[in-house]
């Protein structure tokens, strides 16, 4: 179990183990529990997207039984950041803490332990989208849920403790920081210029310099000030704060996406390990507002103390240029994908 402590004076969250001690994650089994033949190993699957000619099942495991052939398999974690079970301690400031209370879902990819989310086929992406979606909006009538968080990491310098092809869904009873700052910077924009911030950068970037790709619905860029080398965004055009509302269409458009840009990103930077996360608006009430979005993160160096101390980002790569390199394999990629020689 762990509690959320906040910084004396700063809006920063830390997830710290209670005085228990440390989450035990235990020795890691010599099996894969994510593969198929392994579920005993899991806790039982809360949703299992089986296809069956050509229709999508949603299942889940039963004190009888397991579902198997399945292609998308969802379940709680094992080695959870928050938990449903933490204890009801709570301390004011300047130690202001809570209980790091939510849900900690693992969203197993693909039944290939060797296949990965950079060459996963876009049917495949596309079942993993349509099941994200069908959590969120799961997550968001549960109690205590303020924000559904979504994350992705891939290889071990990307934080990945298992390499079995997966995504992280993780609620919290608060509005993240990221997403809050954002949010009240967005929020501000539109005050004094009655317009999404969004919608202005897909305006001034669509056909620029930093575009990487293009599809109907959806717009990849690399942004004109990144963290870190070879960052991308992917942007709805049209503007839209809920994830759990984007179309089947749009869901179809976006597995395109993925699979084109993440691919071409292994590419051209050979395997690079990455972080990937979704940023979206919280779904309850809530004044401010966010035009969702997908960043990813190339982990091609490391930070210094001007970073880790200051918050101020050394980039040795134009984003100009990263999207030059970057926008030529994502292309290829999507040719080939589309069937365009």
Same mark, same amino acid.
């Given at each position: 179990m762990r509690e959320l $402590?906040?910084?004396? /004076?700063? =809006?920063?969250?830390?997830?710290? #183990?209670?005085?228990?001690?440390?989450p035990d994650a235990g020795k890691q089994p010599e099996k894969c529990p994510y593969? #198929?033949?392994?579920?005993?190993?899991? #806790? %039982?699957? *809360?949703?299992?997207? +089986?296809?069956?000619?050509?229709?999508?099942? $949603?299942?889940? @495991?039963?004190?009888?039984?397991? /579902? @198997?052939?399945?292609?998308? $398999?969802?379940?709680?974690? $094992?080695?959870?950041? &928050?938990?449903?079970?933490?204890?009801?301690?709570?301390? =004011?400031? %300047?130690?202001?803490?809570e209980p790091a209370y939510?849900?900690?879902?693992? +969203?197993v990819a693909t039944p290939d332990h060797k296949?990965?989310?950079?060459?996963?086929?876009? =049917?495949?992406?596309?079942? &993993?989208?349509?099941? !994200?979606?069908?959590?969120?909006?799961?997550?968001?009538?549960?109690?205590?849920?303020?924000? &559904?968080?979504i994350y992705v990491n891939s290889g071990t310098a990307a934080g990945a403790q298992v390499p079995h092809p997966h995504l992280n869904m993780v609620t919290f009873s608060q509005i993240p920081p990221a997403i809050e700052?954002?949010?009240?910077g967005s929020h501000r924009f539109m005050n004094e210029n009655g317009s999404c911030p969004a919608c202005n950068m897909i305006s001034v970037e669509s056909s620029g310099p930093r575009q990487i790709l293009a599809t109907d619905s959806f717009l990849a *860029?690399?942004?004109?000030?990144?963290?870190? #080398?070879?960052?991308?965004w992917i942007y709805p055009k049209r503007h839209i704060t809920s994830f759990s509302? !984007?179309?089947?269409?749009? !869901?179809?458009?976006?597995?395109?996406? *993925?699979?084109?840009? *993440?691919?071409?990103?292994?590419?051209a930077l050979k395997d690079v390990p990455f972080n990937m996360v979704f940023h979206l608006s919280p779904e309850k009430k809530n004044s401010r507002q966010i035009h969702w979005h997908i960043e990813v993160y190339p982990q091609l160096s490391t930070w210094s103390g001007l970073e880790r101390g200051f918050g101020v980002f050394v980039n040795n790569v134009r984003p100009e240029k990263a999207a030059e390199v970057l926008g030529s394999a994502c292309r290829k990629e999507l040719a080939g994908l589309v069937g365009i020689t």
């Open positions: $402590r906040k910084d004396y /004076v700063l =809006d920063k969250f830390v997830l710290v #183990p209670d005085s228990s001690g440390a593969c #198929p033949g392994n579920e005993s190993m899991t #806790p %039982p699957a *809360l949703l299992a997207l +089986v296809v069956k000619e050509g229709m999508l099942q $949603r299942l889940s @495991d039963s004190e009888d039984a397991l /579902v @198997d052939d399945w292609s998308v $398999r969802v379940f709680e974690s $094992r080695s959870p950041v &928050v938990t449903q079970t933490s204890a009801a301690t709570y301390s =004011d400031k %300047p130690l202001y803490s939510g849900y900690h879902q693992v +969203v296949q990965s989310l950079t060459k996963m086929s876009v =049917d495949q992406w596309g079942n &993993v989208l349509v099941v !994200i979606q069908d959590r969120v909006r799961w997550l968001y009538t549960q109690k205590s849920v303020t924000y &559904v968080s700052l954002e949010a009240e *860029l690399c942004p004109w000030a990144p963290t870190y #080398p070879y960052e991308f509302k !984007i179309t089947q269409k749009e !869901i179809n458009d976006l597995a395109l996406m *993925l699979r084109a840009t *993440l691919g071409g990103m292994s590419k």
